[in-house]
């Protein structure tokens, strides 16, 4: 299994960015699948998550209402939509798939539930 993100860069604050991702070697809409990033010096962390076919979605209060989280399932891809981007929005990204079946918002922000990941992208925000 292969998960390839793509789609970082510099953007501007206020700007926007689509973060891609594309796998290989797993049929996604199988799959819960996530966004998480690591800023230098910083844990990693959840950004967002969307259900099986993209009827749920969930958020980190930190990114709510700015990013947006959706698949294309017959693409076999995961996309985050980044608006309005802050300086502190500034890490790689990385796409995630869970490995197990099940939708809790408790078990989906979490790192452990998720079994393959993608190679990251960087994102840089300026002020």
Not at 27 to 33: E, F, G, Q
Not at 58 to 63: C, E, F, G, L, N
Not at 107 to 116: E, H, I, L, P, Q
């Amino acid at each position: 299994v292969q998960l390839q993100a793509s789609g970082g860069g510099l953007v501007q604050a206020g700007g926007s960015l689509r973060l891609s991702c594309a796998a290989s070697g797993r049929t996604l809409s199988n799959y819960v699948m996530g966004w998480f990033r690591q800023a230098p010096g910083k844990e990693r962390e959840f950004v967002a998550a969307v259900s099986m076919i993209g009827v749920s979605t969930y958020y980190a209060d930190s990114v709510k209402g700015r990013f947006t989280i959706s698949r294309d399932n017959a693409k076999n891809m995961v996309f985050l939509q980044m608006n309005s981007p802050k300086p502190e929005d500034t890490a790689v990204y990385y796409c995630a798939s869970k490995g197990t079946a099940g939708w809790s918002v408790a078990v989906v922000s979490g790192s452990s539930a998720y079994d393959y990941w993608g190679q990251g992208t960087q994102v840089t925000v300026s002020s």
